[in-house]
């Protein structure tokens, strides 16, 4: 009897939990169709004010005239050579700045005189703005790739370190003596003990830092103008043509790109802190 009495019991709680997940995908799908809700009101704010003369069409183009250029520029090799390079450019800088800032940031936190050293530099050139690096690097470098890789690794490479010191220092000391009294040596500590504790802070760091560096491609392509392929390139062609439904289609490209990588970064994020939980 007590047997049965535990299986009904087993059963009606796996019921009760089938239940609550279903309800919380539930949920989940209806803030997902919410979050159009804004976006759909506004094409049709948009539509309207084209189609009723709020605005001047040679400056607003109606969504459908917008959805007609981009589907002209898809078709056009040049627009997905664009994309590619413009990824490419992202990818290439944010790998480097990410690398040396989590590099710089991990040896900082655990180096006191290492953070002694190179911490007051690294406090005072954080404070410069990025978009002031833009007239140095192109002196140095030109207006071409190496220039703009540059600035997109300078772009991810602070927050990166940032976030990786942080995570080193919120380490106790007292897990430090463990690894110590346990034997451990400097790459133990750093692989078993550093980069497990410091790894949510470090996930965080790269999404801010992926997102940066969205941004400063962008930037870079449109601030280091010059003949060569990109989405930029792309919006600053339009603009020079007069051609506002391709840079408002470029625009829309820029967003959901950012958006999407913002997503990707997020799901990374929450998948570390996902395998971190179990061991706090």
């Known amino acids: 009897?007590?047997?049965?009495?535990?299986?009904?019991?087993?059963?009606?709680?796996?019921?009760?939990?089938?239940?609550?997940?279903?309800?919380?995908?539930?949920?989940?799908?209806?803030?997902?169709?919410?979050?159009?809700?804004?976006?759909?009101?506004?094409?049709?704010?948009?539509?309207?004010?084209?189609?009723?003369?709020?605005?001047?069409?040679?400056?607003?183009?109606?969504?459908?005239?917008?959805?007609?250029?981009?589907?002209?520029?898809?078709?056009?090799?040049?627009?997905?050579?664009?994309?590619?390079?413009?990824?490419?450019?992202?990818?290439?800088?944010?790998?480097?700045?990410a690398l040396a800032g989590a590099a710089l940031g991990l040896l900082m936190g655990l180096s006191r005189w290492t953070e002694r050293l190179v911490g007051p530099t690294f406090h005072t050139l954080k404070q410069i703005s990025l978009f002031a690096w833009l007239p140095l690097l192109a002196t140095w470098l030109g207006s071409g790739d190496p220039a703009k890789m540059l600035f997109i690794a300078l772009s991810a490479f602070y927050p990166v370190a940032l976030c990786s010191f942080e995570g080193v220092r919120q380490i106790s000391p007292a897990q430090f003596e463990v690894a110590r009294v346990h034997g451990f040596s400097r790459r133990q500590r750093l692989t078993l003990l550093v980069l497990p504790a410091a790894a949510p802070q470090i996930a965080t760091g790269v999404q801010l830092g992926l997102v940066s560096a969205w941004l400063a491609t962008i930037g870079a392509e449109f601030l280091l103008a010059k003949q060569g392929v990109g989405l930029g390139d792309t919006v600053i062609r339009g603009r020079a043509a007069f051609d506002v439904p391709l840079v408002i289609f470029g625009m829309l490209v820029i967003g959901t790109l950012g958006a999407l990588m913002n997503r990707l970064a997020g799901l990374l994020e929450s998948r570390v802190l996902r395998w971190q939980g179990p061991a706090r």
């Open 1 to 97: 009897m007590g047997a049965a009495l535990a299986a009904g019991r087993a059963l009606k709680e796996g019921s009760n939990m089938s239940r609550l997940q279903a309800v919380t995908a539930s949920k989940a799908r209806s803030r997902d169709w919410r979050g159009l809700a804004l976006p759909a009101a506004f094409v049709v704010l948009w539509w309207a004010a084209v189609a009723w003369q709020w605005v001047d069409p040679r400056l607003v183009p109606s969504p459908a005239e917008v959805a007609r250029r981009a589907w002209r520029s898809v078709a056009e090799p040049q627009f997905g050579l664009g994309v590619l390079a413009s990824l490419w450019r992202h990818v290439a800088g944010f790998v480097l700045g």
